[in-house]
């Protein structure tokens, strides 16, 4: 897995997970920030995404490999501790879990555009196009994909800097793998892990920082679940990013550096 660190090594580590289909250049915006207050940074790629390994296979790809995946670099090769986790889409599903089975490892979470699905609620219809269509798609063009789900134009320069990972489909199978590994029934093969990790997450003292923007159609719903469900976030004054969609990194994501830093004040 290849990662991107900065920061100084001193300092209680801020892990920065992205998730479907894009790749830590998605938080370029918010590095410099979380930086200048002090924290250290490491934002890795997802196997099969940004500048990590791409198996070429999409039976590869399973969400139980990919919470090992992330916890073999963030415990065994970084030994990180006292992890501030940021969790967006696919790495709130990946970090969450890890957060649930390590809490020992964990300081702070902070929830951003995200969820842990059982299975046991129905995914929104725009979920279920957004799945159809990349998995169907005959070229995955990631970052048309990517300024679908922002409010704000991106320039070319920025979709292609989303697309460079990706110069054929021979490396697209961890993009089209994902929404499949989404639990969307209750027997799914991730469901019971989710599930249990919702139990410890629920019952966590972990402060968790609720950071969800205004225009998100896929995982909005989630917020005011975040919210009422999990102890660690009550009492907590949650921010709504404004002006942003799913992407919010990308849309705000100078706003989100910030309320994190501010959260973390506090702590």
Not at 21 to 31: D, G, N, T
Request: hydrophobic content about 45%; glycine content about 8%.
């Amino acid at each position: 897995m290849a990662w991107v660190e900065d920061g100084p090594a001193h300092a209680e580590p801020v892990l920065l997970l992205h998730g479907e289909p894009s790749w830590s250049f998605l938080y370029r915006k918010m590095i410099p920030i979380l930086v200048a207050a002090g924290h250290r940074v490491i934002c890795p790629d997802l196997v099969g995404f940004g500048r990590s390994d791409k198996p070429t296979r999409i039976e590869d790809h399973t969400y139980a490999r990919h919470v090992e995946w992330m916890r073999s670099l963030v415990f065994d090769a970084l030994d990180l501790r006292k992890v501030t986790l940021v969790g967006q889409d696919w790495g709130g599903l990946i970090g969450l879990r890890l957060a649930a089975e390590h809490p020992d490892r964990f300081a702070n979470i902070v929830v951003a555009n995200t969820g842990l699905p059982t299975g046991d609620i129905p995914m929104p219809d725009i979920w279920w196009q957004f799945r159809n269509a990349i998995q169907k798609a005959p070229k995955v063009d990631v970052g048309r994909f990517v300024a679908s789900g922002c409010r704000r134009p991106l320039g070319d320069d920025v979709i292609a800097a989303y697309d460079a990972p990706f110069p054929d489909d021979s490396y697209c199978a961890g993009p089209r793998a994902m929404p499949g590994l989404v639990p969307t029934s209750p027997d799914d093969p991730a469901a019971e892990a989710n599930r249990a990790a919702w139990k410890v997450l629920r019952a966590s003292k972990t402060p968790m920082l609720v950071a969800f923007s205004d225009g998100d159609p896929i995982t909005g719903g989630m917020a005011p679940i975040f919210k009422k469900e999990m102890r660690g976030a009550h009492g907590i004054e949650h921010p709504v990013i404004s002006g942003a969609g799913h992407f919010l990194q990308e849309d705000a994501g100078e706003d989100l550096a910030s309320a994190i830093v501010e959260f973390l004040r506090d702590r």
